[in-house]
């Protein structure tokens, strides 16, 4: 796979040090990102389905701005109504939960502050993870509140405050949330704050800071990964091209690891929107005021990934772009991230667009339009588990103008099988013993379904399809192995284990003397090599012409030897020769011929 060409090469840029203030320690790795190309697996094309729903609170009003922010996890979504009348305070603001029943995306809660406030704003950012809600508004110093629940029972938890706070501070702007740790943005004092929780009990963290460029503008957060970015970096009044910053925490402690950023002197707005993956090792990024070609303002999005979790490597991998760019949509807007597919907004543009990818290859797999409304529709978005949506606060709803919608889509992207431990067959190659497949590791999305079949020497054993197999009397002396199928709605791949040879039993006899008098008696001795079977009787017969006669039976020991006697009771020649059954199959000696003397 090529590395992606991009429109804009950045230069590489050491940038001004984050400031990490409290509990974080004082180091950082501001480390500029290259281009690399890494792959973990082909993927294929998405199927977008259309709206599932139109979202519109059972109360709506106009110039209520609902879809102002959005969120979803799971059957739950979030969306703000920030201009909202709440008891007659204007501009109170709202949340309203939503989940899917039967299908359906059906209405369960309005969440509002505890003490509603005219232009308090609740709802102006919005974040979820599991049964946890995270909502923020900005009046005053600004709050960020913490609900508990599903579907129509959720409960206020906790109301998050910056230790420092301020008026103005703007702290509440942008919200992320994941497992028990929050992260708040304050982009107006350049600060992003940390809580965690402890039972029901939240605390802050750490506070964490980078001067200028409104840091906290947006966030996201996966696990001890924190993502903030500050879209007028290096700050307002020079060229904004924005920036982003990596922090990881180690127990308590908090530590800058990387800086997204470009140096190609135009006011790109680089971190405008920003998303995190749910392990933490890929980063989207918004950067809305790109030039695209000629087109100036058209937006784009990029990708950044590193190897694993503990890694403070950042690379670029590929730039987005909307595949019918255009002056002035401000394309990456608002991002969104969920495994291999990317949502990504306009601001201003009417639009969101569906990518796919792994590493440094991206596809635009669909274009989500509102069939010619307003110009917020992909102002906010939010993805999760398959399901898209998309905000569009100005849209009118019967007839209610600027009252807004979420429109929610099915998003299911494939990914073809791909092998990343080929299959391993695992047992005692011998006859009747069982052999096992362990089927290997596949990647793809949906997670694909394995089948098997057995070989012998290459070629396919009939009815041989299950993930274990005896060995038969028909495998002795040729090789086997298992031939894996992965399947899903991307394709199917094929793999083959390792090669186990079987060997054919033998069975060997001696005599103690190939010539003895008539009357006497011989003694025989012999093993049977390469069976494992629970027989243990071996038949020592006579064989004259093609006529065999049993002579005398006899046990194997556990080492799978044998010996008896035998009584030569006439003179003659006496061809003599062992026989083993095992598992329907009969294996013989060589002949011993021992001459019988008068």
């Known amino acids: 796979m090529q590395?992606?060409?991009?429109?804009?090469?950045?230069?590489?840029?050491?940038?001004?040090?984050?400031i990490l203030v409290g509990t974080m320690a004082a180091g950082v790795l501001a480390a500029w990102l290259a281009i690399a190309v890494s792959s973990a697996y082909a993927v294929g094309p998405v199927s977008v389905l259309d709206p599932q729903a139109e979202l519109s609170p059972s109360d709506a009003v106009a110039s209520a701005w609902f879809g102002n922010a959005v969120a979803t996890s799971g059957d739950t979504i979030l969306v703000g109504d920030y201009l909202k009348?709440?008891?007659?305070?204007?501009g109170a603001g709202a949340v309203y939960a939503f989940t899917r029943s039967g299908g359906q995306w059906v209405q369960r809660a309005e969440l509002t502050a505890p003490t509603p406030t005219a232009g308090e704003h609740f709802g102006q950012s919005v974040a979820i993870f599991g049964t946890t809600a995270l909502i923020g508004d900005t009046y005053g110093s600004g709050r960020a509140y913490v609900f508990s629940g599903s579907a129509g029972s959720w409960k206020l938890q906790a109301q998050l405050a910056a230790s420092d706070a301020a008026a103005n501070d703007w702290f509440g702007y942008s919200v992320a949330v994941s497992g028990d740790t929050a992260l708040v943005g304050a982009p107006n004092v350049d600060s992003a704050y940390v809580f965690t929780r402890s039972g029901t009990k939240w605390t802050q963290q750490a506070k964490l800071k980078v001067i200028g460029g409104y840091f906290g503008w947006s966030v996201a957060l996966a696990g001890d990964t924190a993502l903030v970015g500050a879209y007028q970096h290096p700050d307002p009044w020079s060229i904004p091209e924005g920036a982003a910053y990596v922090f990881g925490r180690s127990g308590t402690t908090w530590t800058g690891q990387a800086t997204h950023s470009f140096t190609s002197m135009q006011d790109q707005y680089l971190g405008t929107s920003a998303a995190l993956s749910a392990d933490g090792c890929t980063a989207l990024l918004g950067a809305p005021r790109t030039t695209v070609g000629t087109q100036v303002l058209a937006g784009a999005a990029?990708?950044?990934?590193?190897?694993?979790?503990?890694?403070?490597?950042?690379?670029?991998?590929?730039e987005l772009t909307d595949a019918d760019a255009t002056g002035g949509p401000e394309f990456?807007?608002?991002?969104?991230?969920?495994?291999?597919?990317?949502l990504v907004g306009d601001a201003t543009g009417a639009n969101a667009s569906v990518f796919t990818g792994s590493g440094s290859s991206w596809t635009q797999q669909a274009e989500l339009t509102n069939g010619g409304g307003t110009s917020t529709f992909g102002s906010s978005v939010a993805l999760d588990g398959g399901t898209a949506v998309v905000g569009d606060y100005r849209q009118t709803v019967a007839g209610r103008q600027e009252d807004g919608a979420a429109y929610v889509y099915s998003v299911s992207s494939t990914a073809s099988p791909v092998d990343s431990v080929a299959p391993t067959t695992a047992g005692v190659p011998a006859l009747g013993q069982t052999l096992s497949c362990d089927g290997g590791t596949w990647m793809g999305t949906p997670t694909p379904t394995l089948t098997y079949q057995w070989l012998r020497n290459g070629q396919p054993i009939g009815?041989?399809?299950?993930?274990?197999?005896?060995?038969?009397?028909?495998?002795?002396?040729?090789q086997l192995a298992c031939q894996v199928?992965?399947?899903?709605?991307?394709?199917?791949?094929?793999?083959?284990?390792?090669?186990?040879?079987?060997?054919?039993?033998?069975?060997?006899?001696?005599?103690?003397?190939?010539?003895?008098?008539?009357?006497?008696?011989?003694?025989?001795s012999g093993s049977v090599k390469h069976s494992l079977a629970a027989s243990r009787t071996v038949f020592i017969y006579r064989k004259v012409a093609s006529k065999l006669t049993l002579l005398k039976k006899t046990t194997l020991s556990t080492s799978g030897g044998f010996r008896t006697v035998v009584k030569l009771k006439r003179k003659g020649s006496w061809v003599l020769l062992a026989s083993y059954k095992a598992y329907g199959a009969t294996f013989k000696s060589k002949a011993v011929t021992i001459r019988v003397l008068a």
């Open 485 to 524: 199928m992965a399947a899903n709605a991307g394709g199917q791949a094929w793999a083959n284990s390792n090669v186990l040879s079987v060997p054919t039993p033998t069975v060997g006899l001696k005599a103690s003397s190939l010539a003895v008098r008539a009357g006497r008696t011989v003694t025989l």
């Open 463 to 478: 009815g041989a399809t299950a993930g274990t197999y005896i060995v038969k009397s028909a495998d002795c002396g040729h």
């Open 85 to 90: 009348t709440v008891t007659g305070h204007n």
């Open 3 to 18: 590395p992606y060409r991009f429109r804009h090469v950045p230069h590489l840029k050491k940038l001004a040090t984050p």
């Open 302 to 318: 990029y990708v950044f990934t590193r190897p694993d979790a503990g890694s403070a490597s950042w690379s670029e991998q590929a």
């Open 332 to 342: 990456g807007g608002s991002v969104a991230l969920d495994g291999d597919t990317a």
